[in-house]
């Protein structure tokens, strides 16, 4: 019989699942419910529930759990024997949380077939949506969280993080202030991550460190919840926590409701979750320090693999745990695609006119010019008041194309730094990464080589191999994250790019002209 792995990603806006079986190095199926169309009683926009107060941004937690039983039984529809599933692994997106009253454990642990699981968990909710990684309207418990732990380095050291408006402690303190009786009725909070666990087990599953991270509750060094953190953001919110359990921890057997309902195999293992950065950590074939992924979008994401917790200063980017065991930093310069589209866009050219206008100039401009692309407000660094700043260069100059470039991947080398590991390699991913032009800029200010990597669902992909990994462990057998990972994560052929000496040479040359350059600006601005 076929072993299969099945990782499902619960992210905003639709319900990714994979199917793998590493036997064969294959993916078995992909499939995906999108939450708008297919799930319309809901009335979501993009996956969302909108208020009157556009910082509120909040979406239904039914949804997440009616989309489950959307996707079995598409699965099964289509004759996928599911009773080939060994194990399976939740990401969801990060941040969001979902409210339980004391009832929820019960209902969980005796989830009827007959009827479908969005009616059974209806009436365990003490609250009927949850506020996800969009809500930014926390601000006042950000500064209360931030002046009661001793300031936003202190925070960061703590927890791995600065108090960002998204992360869920900020948030259960506004649901606990606006709303004390509903938290007083709260017995158990979950995340994103954690929810679909708890339904697919039948039991309230555990948090993983690598989404526990993205809440400022969690001790980042020991990876257990932090006792003054918890005291700073809501009265007696430890009992309403799950413990913090190893990514790779079995929560238990598939709950009998998929076992009758889809034809699960009643010994198939249910995995902790994790977010869906810590996910696609593992989907991008991530496992060792030093390896390093670039995503150039809309923003552009430094997502690196470390072995030791090392914490940002200056609360530059995000520390979570890594599913693999050490650390893992996420880093957002927003500034991306906007910025590359912008410098295009005001030469007249198109992409190819760009990338030959990058060929035609030489590396570090020869010392000549240096652009601060900071066409949007920054967040890393961080910038409030936006505008562009050139040295050496005039608007219309072509070596703008160059320039913005060299300075997107410089400021990401400077501002990565704190982590003490240099990328030994770097997974670039993202529309922007089909343009080898760029890819060179990147390996050379970087000092190593860049590989392309197409990824469509790296998230649902490193659930998948987080559920393999988690069975290889449950068995007792080895399970080295390069193996677990080979044939799944991999490069595009043929789409490595090495640095070139002379370049690294003259980005060595450039980086304190640049730092400098920076620094006078942010003074000036009063960052
Ligand atoms: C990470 C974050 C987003 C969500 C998206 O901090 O807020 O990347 O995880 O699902």
């Excluded at 948030?171 to 991550?193: E, G």
């Excluded at 496992?287 to 979008?297: D, K, N, Q, T, Y």
């Excluded at 194309?401 to 060299?406: F, G, L, P, S």
Aim: aromatic share 6%; hydrophobic share 45%; charged share 20%.
């Amino acid at each position: 019989m076929a072993r299969w792995f099945l990782g499902l990603d619960s992210s905003t806006q639709s319900l990714t699942a994979i199917l793998i079986d590493p036997e064969a190095r294959a993916i078995v199926a992909e499939r995906s419910v999108n939450f708008d169309a297919e799930l319309p009683e809901y009335g979501t926009r993009n996956g969302v529930l909108r208020a009157a107060d556009p910082t509120v941004v909040h979406a239904p937690p039914l949804m997440w759990a009616a989309a489950l039983d959307r996707m079995f039984e598409r699965l099964r529809a289509e004759g996928r024997s599911l009773a080939n599933v060994v194990a399976v692994a939740v990401s969801g997106q990060q941040h969001g949380s979902v409210y339980l009253t004391a009832d929820a454990p019960a209902v969980l642990a005796r989830l009827d077939p007959a009827h479908g699981l969005a009616e059974q968990l209806q009436p365990v909710l003490s609250r009927p949506s949850s506020p996800i990684w969009m809500d930014s309207s926390t601000t006042a418990e950000c500064d209360e969280i931030t002046a009661a732990l001793g300031g936003a380095a202190a925070v960061a050291r703590r927890t791995g993080s600065a108090a960002f408006e998204r992360f869920t402690g900020p948030q259960i303190r506004k649901f606990w202030k606006t709303d004390p009786a509903a938290y007083a009725r709260t017995a158990h909070i979950a995340l994103v991550s954690s929810f679909i666990p708890s339904i697919l087990a039948g039991r309230i599953a555990p948090i993983d460190p690598g989404d526990g991270a993205g809440m400022n509750l969690m001790d980042i060094s020991t990876k257990q919840w932090d006792p003054a953190a918890l005291e700073a953001t809501a009265p007696d919110l430890a009992r309403r926590l799950p413990p913090i359990a190893p990514s790779h921890t079995v929560v238990g057997p598939i709950s009998s409701y998929f076992v009758r309902r889809y034809g699960f195999s009643p010994s198939a293992m249910v995995v902790v979750g994790s977010g869906d950065n810590p996910c696609s950590l593992v989907g991008l074939g991530l496992v060792r320090s030093g390896m390093v992924a670039i995503s150039l979008g809309t923003s552009d994401t430094y997502f690196g693999a470390m072995d030791e917790c090392r914490v940002s200063e200056h609360g530059e980017g995000h520390v979570f745990g890594s599913p693999t065991g050490g650390y893992m930093t996420l880093v957002c310069f927003k500034n991306g695609s906007l910025a590359r589209e912008r410098v295009r866009d005001e030469l007249g050219l198109d992409w190819d006119g760009f990338s030959r206008a990058i060929r035609e100039t030489p590396p570090a401009l020869g010392g000549r010019g240096l652009v601060l692309p900071w066409y949007d407000p920054e967040i890393t660094p961080r910038v409030l008041v936006p505008g562009v700043r050139r040295r050496g260069l005039q608007p219309g100059d072509l070596a703008m194309c160059r320039a913005v470039v060299e300075a997107q991947m410089m400021a990401m080398r400077i501002h990565t730094r704190w982590m003490g590991v240099r990328p030994a390699s770097i997974h670039a991913t993202g529309g922007a990464s089909a343009n080898v032009e760029i890819l060179q800029v990147m390996a050379d200010v970087h000092a190593c080589p860049v590989h392309r990597f197409e990824t469509t669902a790296s998230a649902a992909l490193g659930a998948a191999l987080r559920a393999y990994h988690a069975a290889e462990v449950a068995a007792g057998r080895p399970a080295d994250w390069s193996e677990i990972v080979r044939g799944f994560a991999e490069p595009v052929a043929g789409s490595r790019v090495d640095p070139r000496p002379e370049a690294v040479r003259a980005y060595d040359a450039m980086e304190p002209r640049y730092a400098a350059f920076e620094q006078e600006a942010l003074k000036a601005i009063g960052a």
